[in-house]
Each structure stands twice: as structure tokens, then as C-alpha cells.
């Protein structure tokens, strides 16, 4: 049986009522911890509201359906629920303690599992209308805490089950579920060569990979090349967006039309080399896109990969 390490202390949760919570606010977190015992079924976290009538978020984790739903109640009534499986190691799995963290951004719910980020929950009630923390269901040994966050996911207060590290010559093959973050180990650089071997799923809308200075998702990460291929976007013909963020906010976007070759359900091979000037973007053996460097290809340590695809390999190399 696994145990999640917590390095706050934390509250034992009174299952016979809500407890109330201090005023949530942009950077409030709040930790739960738990242990789902062999025969759970599925276990609720629920954001309480001033009026009875509204719960401003229902995280609901169906382990029986091997599914996630995330909602929220207004006036008594469910409003339209989101869902999502969760993959690998991220799972909930019986037996196990879990560690959620809920985090408040200016308009969101940012929600981590075990230390990494699993999904999101915009607003449809204001975040100072939260007044309690509810928890429900196969959720044993239950603790909780809230504070104060400046990085989210922090590594500090949960550190992540499967750390990821892609080194020069050392492909990776195992544990590559999608969204999936890695650390680079080598200065990215020029002569620097990325492979992602995968596959486009069947109904492909979209996918991206960034190349990114660290791994949080708040603050928003310092990207050096964010790499967008898109498919299904209303009457569009399929293209590539290339961009990069510094400085809060995006710079100029970049489309490259007519050059989207995958085939659903199939296999390919996408390579990104760092060139003197540029990164220039291969399919298989042909060129369909570059980009020319707005930040320096050494702040990389980290890539991001999140979308339709299924990932078999991923490889870096280095030639001069």
C-alpha cells in the first residue's frame, strides 16, 4: 500500500459535517488526502456556497467507471458536467493514499492528483461565495489543509509518483500517457535533434508540444517554441500554429497552411532540430515548418506534450 508524503501538516476531516473555509481568493489551495479503500466506489469533494442551493465545484472520482466529473450546482439544480479518465499514474487506484490539491487562479480551478496537474474547472460562481469543504464517499482517513500558493503544481508539498527524465541517447518508451511532461537532463542547444514517434488519434482536434523552462503551470512557464498542429477547427483547412510566451503573454502567432500530412490512426515520426537561426519542424522526411528563435534554446528543461495523439517513443540527440 502506497502512502502520499505531504510536507504540511494537515486537519483530520469530520465526515458527520462540512467544515468552512477561510476566504478563497486567487493562489488559495487546498490539500485533501485519503486513503480509498479495496472495495471503493467513488468518493465527491465538494466547494460548499453561501446559499445552500449552489455548490461552486463537485469533483467526483468514479473509480467504479474509471472516470472523473467535475460540476457545479446552481439555484438546485446539476449545471452541464465535464469529464476525464485518468491515465497511467495518475489513476486513483484502491488500496492507495490519494493527494488532491484544488488551486484558485484568476478564473479557474486548477486541480492536481498526486502532485501532478490532471484537469481544470473554470468558474460559474465567484470564488467569495465558497464558504465550506465538503467530502463524501470512499474516502478513508481523510485530512485536509488550506493555504497559500505561488507555484502549482509545487514539488515541495507532494512530490510527483514518476518523474520523467529524457537524456542524449536514452529514448523513452514507458509511462508516455498523454498530457505528459519530462525533464530534459542536456543543455538544449544547437545540434540539438527531439524525436516524438506516435499516433494521431482517430478523430484528431488538436495537439501540442512546448519546449518550456520549468514544469508549473502557474506562473505561466517561460516557452521557447510552442508547437500547435491543428485539424478540426470549424470550416479551417488543417494547420500549424508556432508561438512562444515570455514576459506574460504570447508573441506573434505563425501559421503554416497545407502542410498537415498525418493520417489519423496512423503512426509518425515528428522531429524538431535546433538550428543556428531556427527550429525547423520535420514529418517524417519532410520540412513543414521553422521558427526562429525569440528566446534562447538553453532556458529549455522541459517538454510538454498535451492533445490527441498516442505517444511510442520519445529521443533527443546532439550532432555539431
Known sequence: ??????????????????????PLKPTSAIVITGYI?????????????KNAENIALHFNARL????????????GCWEEEE?????????????????????????????????????????????????????????EDARFRQLELFIYPDPKLCKPNNILTLKIDQPLVD?????????????????????????LKLLPHSFYVNLQKGKAIYP??????????????????????????????????ERHLGHLSWMPGRDFLLTIRCEFEAYTIWLGNKMIGEFKHRLQPSIIDTL?????????ELAITYSN
Not at 490539491?101 to 478564473?107: E, K, Q, R, S, V
Not at 544547437?190 to 499516433?199: C, D, M, S, V
Not at 512557464?221 to 500554429?241: K, M, Q
Open 1 to 22: 500500500m502506497s502512502k502520499i508524503r505531504i510536507r504540511t501538516l494537515t486537519s483530520l476531516y469530520n465526515a458527520s459535517k462540512p467544515v468552512p473555509l477561510q
Open 37 to 49: 479503500p479495496p472495495d471503493a466506489l467513488r468518493f465527491s469533494v465538494n466547494l460548499l456556497c
Open 64 to 75: 467504479d467507471r474509471g472516470y472523473v466529473v467535475r460540476n457545479s450546482k446552481f439555484k
Open 83 to 139: 469529464t476525464c479518465s485518468p491515465a497511467g499514474h495518475i489513476a486513483f487506484r484502491r488500496n492507495s493514499y490519494v493527494h488532491v490539491l484544488i488551486f484558485c487562479t484568476a478564473n479557474e480551478y486548477q486541480i492536481a492528483v498526486n502532485g501532478e496537474h490532471f484537469c481544470a474547472f473554470a468558474y460559474r460562481i465567484p470564488l467569495e461565495d465558497v464558504i465550506n469543504l465538503e467530502i463524501n464517499g470512499s474516502l
Open 175 to 199: 509511462f508516455l500517457d498523454v498530457p505528459i511532461t519530462v525533464d530534459i537532463e542536456n543543455e538544449f542547444k544547437i545540434g540539438t535533434r527531439l524525436f516524438i514517434a506516435g499516433r
Open 220 to 253: 505561466h512557464p517561460i516557452i521557447a517554441l510552442h508547437l500547435n498542429p491543428r485539424f478540426l477547427y470549424g470550416s479551417n483547412v488543417p494547420y500549424v500554429v508556432m508561438n512562444f510566451w515570455t514576459n506574460g503573454s504570447w508573441g506573434h502567432e
Open 304 to 312: 510538454k506534450i498535451s492533445g490527441d495523439i498516442v505517444l511510442h
